[in-house]
């Protein structure tokens, strides 16, 4: 796939005015991922009501792919449940890696606009990078990173329990 | 011409004949996604022209065997055209003898030997080493490992907002416990050329030895090592239109001498039993191990290429790039410029409004240009500008005025995109 066609107008839009970007008063879960390679940061805040995601906001510094992901990830998983959310994250992590056709079964819906992602290896950890984040914040882990032990390319997703 | 705006404008005239040049390097032909190929990364890698390919090729086909080693044909073949690479070199930098030249798998090695050769024997607790903000990670990561393992002090020069070191500061950082002074001679992320001869006169003038990282400065102008005195100069062969993994630490023969070894192996020693080992001389004492003899090789032919063109025609056109350029990124509204020292050379790195470098590397990379986006491994350069990162083109002397245009061009284009 062309580069050209990752930057397509809903990921423009959705870096432009990002949905859910700031802080959330009272938030139940929060991460920070970092990609060390780009100097990208973000935020993730969750106010989980039992199971359910009540509340999800981002801020922090990054390029447009991963800001339009962080964007369109928040929307989507608002009001899913925890387990939903897993789901999306497994799934969207397999189709940026290449190993989910966006033509085959899956839950992601218009998220599929990143597919072009697969093609662009020094991309891909842009637009995992919210995914990751938003794992890890489930899951109570503060801080993550796209590197070493905490690489998503390679370190196994644990469900979450 | 007399309006700046027709000089702005004009491309100005080359000192060689450009076309001749780029067809010495086959790569430059390629396609990428339709578009010819604009190379403008070559501060992290620069290409091979057919003649240092040619002769691997040559080398592999007819010339290869072990060096140092044997007696029969091919031995005495290979260790005589290993040890012209080295007197090439030699030359190269006009060093004294080609004893001083030790053969490295690059700049980062040639740092490391120094720290464990020279640095590990001669600095203790309470001394103090001079490096300066513009540094590469390679010239931080393993004076900071010094430092924890012997209890010594990093001092850092600082810089002003153009990218220029400091000099006032770097002499007042002088005090009985400075030991060692390791300095970029052309910085990698901004392009600011160093005052490094002022720099070392003045750290002798203290009785500070001064190593000169000249990873991005051999390939653009003419080195001489004696006339900058430096005790120490280190370089990379892939930078240079040679192969990876092999590179240069030039080292004053007496310093050299008085160095500990820094791998232990082969060809380093002269006797070994299990009680005591005799090293060998310099600059086999620090040569363990079969080295890369055909990049070795290549790299002479390299800078034989280099020398036949003139790094005074070479700096002269990659002057002539890098100033059309900086005029023409300066006509882009929202565009800056990062580093913007009076003496620049071949690099240009540069921050688009409201657009991350990591798409704008993207973006360029459709249009078949190639540039480099990050913190180009000199994270404390970014943290003086407080910016995460940048994109850097760099210029080389097979770039032509027409791929600036391009450049420019792209650059637009991106910002239409995040419009």
Redesign the interface.
Known sequence: M???S??QEVI?DH??KPRNYGTLEHSTHHAVGHNP?????LVIALNLDGQNIEGIAFHG?????CKASASMMTSVVKGKTRSDAEILIQEFRDMALGKLDPSDENHLGRLTVFAGVRN?P??VK?AILPWHTLHAALNSINSTSTEAADDPMHAPVDRAS | MTSLDSIVASQPILPFDIESIRADFPILKLKVDGHPLVFLDSAASSQMPQQVIDRLVRYQTTQHANIHRAVHYLSELATAEFEQARHKLQHFINAREDREVIFTSGTTESINLVMHGYGRKFIGPGDEIILTVLEHHSNIVPWQMLAEERGARIRVVPINDAGELLIDEYENLFNEHTKFVSVIHVSNALGSINPVKQMIEFAHAHGVPVLIDGAQAAPHMKIDVQDLGCDFYVFSGHKMCGPTGIGVLYGKADILERMQPFKGGGDMILSVTFEKTIYNIIPQKFEAGTPPIAAAIGFGAAVDYLSAISLEAIAAHEHALLNYATEQIRLLPGVHIVGNAALKAAVLSFVVEGVHPHDIGTLLNQQGVAVRTGHHCAQPVMQRFRIPATSRASFAFYNTMDEVDTLVEAISSAQKVFA
């Open positions: 062309h580069s050209k990752l930057y423009l870096n432009r390679l780009c100097g990208d940061r510094e990054s390029c447009a792919i662009l020094t991309r842009c």
